[in-house]
């Protein structure tokens, strides 16, 4: 992904993450809680197969698209 388009979705990724601070479900790997910005970020790689600075410039609406998904579907 180009630098401006990988800098949009950090930023939708950062705001996600603040979104969903504190609305993970427990987890036993987790005892201190979970990171929810990690999580996003592994989301998007599990679904992508890329870190989102490797993913195509073409797949950027997907996955602006899947980050408000996990915004309203967290797990």
Do not use: T
């Amino acid at each position: 992904m180009n630098k401006k388009k990988s800098a949009e979705i950090w930023g939708k990724i950062q705001e996600a993450g603040d979104f969903l601070k504190n609305k993970l479900p427990d987890h036993p790997n987790h005892p201190k809680g979970r990171n929810s910005y990690a999580h996003v970020a592994i989301c998007i790689k599990n679904k992508f197969n890329a870190s989102y600075k490797d993913i195509e410039d073409n797949k950027f609406d997907e996955v602006v698209s899947y980050i408000e998904f996990l915004k309203k579907n967290p797990s």
